[in-house]
């Protein structure tokens, strides 16, 4: 376990680490660069902005070396910072992907009804408990990067690549000298959460699964998660295996549900899934993960033919139509 919020990878990749979240997760940002430095991810507003200043002094530059900061997508936990960082390092362009322009000019209310769409219950809930997305205010950054796009840093580039998976917009950044792949939240393995990946309403697991077919044949020699440990060398397919095979075990888990009971509603599925599989969900996102992400996955199983939406019962019940398969049993 890291101790020290500021950890080196190597001479070029510097981990700026907060304090950790209610799960376990790790609040976390990356400085890239020798002497001109890209910030990737910002962390939660008021955790981490002054270490990213520390780290630069410890590297013997200042402020002004600071080109840009790139945002991967515009949740709080990754884009909370950005006001701050913007004001120590003026000369720092943010940027982010074109897509999420519209949510730019009000985040913390176009997030809520666009990405999570939240209920009369989690209004209410969030009414009393602080909402997370409270963290975030109109910002306009200085860039709209699209998919492919390439900023140099001295003697490397960072190249923009865009999958709609975990939500719309979300962008990893690849640094070509280090090999290194800065993955956001598309990859995750929170240590207290056996299935930990989130899909908002924006977002999609067929693209989120080609996203990490794209990343099992890539040349990486390093990941760089938002949360997660970094991985290196031999390391880094079997960690996309392992998220990979988290995501196989839950849907295997809710098509072995469906074929016990011919209806159920989306509440009987996520309790039922998450109970077999033991995964619970820390606050706020207790509320916003389960339905989001059951929805992707039933979303992804009724293009493939092998769900059925009842929109005509009151509430809604899903049917699995697809053969059923010997190995559940």
């Known amino acids: 376990m890291i101790s020290d919020p500021i950890h080196a990878i190597n001479e070029r990749i510097t981990i700026i680490d907060g304090p950790s979240g209610d799960g376990g997760e790790r609040n976390r940002g990356y400085l890239v660069g020798k002497k001109d430095f890209a910030i990737i991810n910002t962390g939660r507003r008021g955790s981490i902005e002054n270490t990213f200043l520390e780290a630069i002094h410890n590297k013997g530059k200042d402020a002004k070396d600071v080109k840009y900061i790139f945002i991967t997508h515009p949740?709080?936990?990754?884009?909370?910072?950005?006001?701050k960082l913007k004001k120590i390092f003026p000369n720092a362009q943010v940027a982010i992907h074109e897509k999420c322009k519209p949510l730019m000019e009000d985040p913390k209310n176009l997030i809520k009804e666009i990405n999570f769409k939240f209920s009369r219950k989690e209004k209410l809930y969030f009414a009393v408990k602080k909402d997370p997305f409270d963290e975030l205010d109109a910002f306009k950054p200085d860039i709209y990067f699209k998919d492919g796009d390439k900023f140099a840093i001295d003697d490397t580039k960072i190249m923009v690549i865009n999958f709609d998976g975990i939500c719309k917009g979300h962008s990893m950044f690849f640094a070509t000298s280090e090999r290194a792949m800065f993955t956001g939240d598309a990859l995750n393995m929170y240590p207290a959460l056996p299935n930990s990946y989130l899909i908002d309403y924006s977002g999609s697991y067929k693209v989120w699964l080609r996203n990490i077919e794209f990343l099992e044949k890539a040349d990486i020699s390093i990941i760089c998660p938002a949360h997660d440990n970094y991985q290196d060398d031999r390391h880094v397919i079997h960690y996309i295996t392992d998220v990979k095979e988290a995501f196989h075990q839950f849907e295997n888990q809710l098509e072995m549900v469906m074929t016990e009971q011919k209806y159920l509603t989306m509440n009987q599925l996520i309790e039922r899934v998450h109970n077999s599989q033991g995964i619970v969900w820390y606050h706020?996102?207790?509320?916003?993960?389960?339905?989001?992400n059951m929805t992707a996955h039933l979303n992804k199983l009724i293009d493939e033919n092998k769900v059925q939406k009842n929109e005509k019962s009151d509430p809604v019940t899903y049917t699995y139509i697809a053969p059923k398969d010997d190995n559940f049993f």
């Open 75 to 83: 949740y709080p936990d990754v884009m909370g910072g950005v006001y």
């Open 284 to 292: 706020p996102f207790a509320l916003l993960a389960p339905r989001a």
